[in-house]
Antibody
Framework: QVQLVESGGGVVQPGGSLRLSCAAS????????MHWVRQAPGKGLEWVAF????????YYADSVKGRFTISRDNSKNTLYLQMNSLRAEDTAVYYC?????????????WGQGTMVTVSS | QSALTQPASVSGSPGQSITISCTGT?????????VSWYQQHPGKAPKLMIY???NRPSGVSNRFSGSKSGNTASLTISGLQAEDEADYYC??????????FGGGTKLTVL
């Protein structure tokens, strides 16, 4: 079945780095745009980044631009989010999500999320 | 960019209909037919309920419908059921090629 599984979350100190991964299965990964979305504890959803099906275009929220990098390896059906210069306000559950088209448009399949905590 | 505006909470009795609004600008909701709606139960990942303003994914009940007028999109749930109690979020494509969420609406089924 169609599935997204995130990994790589954990506790990191302010200013530190972390790389999240999202393993996709059950669909042709290389045909769809992919997103990262986050949700701080007790707060709403925040779109973080998008990458086109072939990696040719990437878009970021202003809050992470210059610090986070989205990438993908279509040969491994895997999406990544490299997070640098982490701040306390980056603490959240991070979801990867599939776009129903080449996007950016919407999020039709979501992973279960991975928690990132930025704290000293 | 500021979040799209949603009411913080709405409520209704079983069997009734409710509508959740999502207000943006001509640079997002009003400028594109790329508005989507998500249902999120506590501790769970969000679920797509409506995409491209009014399209329902396979498997989503036809009690859920979407529409748009000007800079405001709406999600209507008819025949309210207990399991509809959840948080609901709207999202829209923007002129910056980004996506923007609403602040979320907590639906309580009385």
């Amino acid at each position: 079945q169609v599935q997204l599984v995130e990994s790589g979350g954990g506790v990191v100190q302010p200013g530190g780095s972390l790389r999240l991964s999202c393993a996709a299965s059950g669909f042709t990964f290389s045909s769809y745009g992919m997103h990262w979305v986050r949700q701080a504890p007790g707060k709403g959803l925040e779109w973080v980044a998008f990458i086109r099906y072939d990696g040719s275009n990437k878009y970021y929220a202003d809050s992470v631009k210059g610090r986070f990098t989205i990438s993908r390896d279509n040969s491994k059906n895997t999406l990544y989010l490299q997070m640098n210069s982490l701040r306390a306000e980056d603490t959240a559950v991070y979801y990867c999500a599939k776009d129903p088209y080449r996007g950016p448009d919407a999020f039709d399949i979501w992973g279960q999320g991975t928690m990132v905590t930025v704290s000293s | 960019q500021s979040a799209l505006t949603q009411p913080a909470s709405v409520s209704g009795s079983p069997g009734q209909s409710i509508t959740i609004s999502c207000t943006g600008t001509s640079s997002d909701v009003g400028g594109y037919n790329y508005v989507s709606w998500y249902q999120q139960h506590p501790g769970k990942a969000p679920k797509l309920m409506i995409y491209d303003v009014s399209n329902r994914p396979s498997g989503v009940s036809n009690r859920f419908s979407g529409s748009k007028s000007g800079n405001t999109a709406s999600l209507t749930i008819s025949g309210l059921q207990a399991e509809d109690e959840a948080d609901y979020y709207c999202s829209s494509y923007t002129s910056s090629s980004t996506l923007l969420f609403g602040g979320g609406t907590k639906l309580t089924v009385l």
